[in-house]
């Protein structure tokens, strides 16, 4: 499970950086990379559970603030719907 | 105001950016005081994980479905656009969602749903707090037309608002409403009232979300008779939460009471 939450963030973070509009996928990746490393670490306590879970971490919150900066351009397409409905 | 910054050529907009900054101050408030119970703070991961995931999930399809007229959402479908998707959240559908979630994450965990909830409810409306100032920085979410003191212009807002025209400063009104809300909730957990610090929460929020609403300007929201989308959800939330502070009560009062006989009506410890 440590390895998986590994290998897990470390997808997550390519999908975040490069994903484009699909980078929230990038979220759901990273948050099953989270709960893995911690059933990992709750369980077996390991460096690479800790590490797991700090990757998919940060691979969430990259993926989380790239998908929302995405989705700002988008909104301002929303609002010009808005007004023209 | 100020919905964007630029780091290497790469457009990070602020308002994910405070958005996560409250998760993390939220979610490192929260295992802090988990630890102090004695509980393990890898709960906290699994079951944050989790609540957050499918609060941010049900906190857009509740976006689009309030923001988005159906037959757009299809043709964009049809025209492989998902674009749309991720377009914004609203509070509402990330709460509740949040709390399904939650409960999930503790069959997963295998943890005590009554020691989590008192670690992390007083700290949602905190990092609720830091994600209006978000709002605040992508304009947003924004206020009614307004002129008076503390008016907000917003000169660089993602949203179609004039640059010219002052708006109520409902985001920072919220938010610091949530903080006196975390400040209640801080002192009712220290007064041993751990057991209602989510209905009360509940309370809380929604009275002062149904009175917010009011001030907002942002009316693309959904409005149905009369009411926003919001309000609906309001009314019945404190409905949720009072049924459930007076059961608590009641049946506590009941278990105190009753000196024989089978204890079946008291609630588990």
Known sequence: ?85 | MFPYIEIFGRTIGMYGVLMALGIFLAGFLTIRYYKKLGQPSEDVFIVGAIGIGIAIICGNLLYIGVTYPFSYILSQIKAGDFSFLGSGIVFYGGLIGGVVGAFLGFRVARCQAKLFIEAAVPYIPLGHAVGRIGCLMAGCCYGMEYDGPLAVYYTRSLLDVSPDQGYFPVQPLEGAINIVICCVLLILRKRGRGETLLPMYLCMYSVSRFLLEFLRGDQHRGIYFGVSMSQWISLALFATGAVWVLLKTVLNRKCKTEENGPMSSCLPK
């Open chain 1, 1 to 85: 499970m440590a390895v998986a939450s590994m290998i897990l963030g470390i997808v997550a973070l390519v999908v975040a950086v490069f994903g484009g509009v699909f980078n929230w996928i990038g979220i759901l990746i990273g948050i099953i990379g989270i709960v893995l490393g911690a059933l990992a670490k709750k369980n077996t306590p390991s460096g690479m559970a800790t590490a797991g879970i700090v990757m998919s971490i940060i691979a969430t919150s990259l993926a989380l603030v790239f998908w929302l900066a995405c989705a700002a351009c988008v909104a301002g397409t929303e609002s010009a719907l808005a007004s023209l409905l």
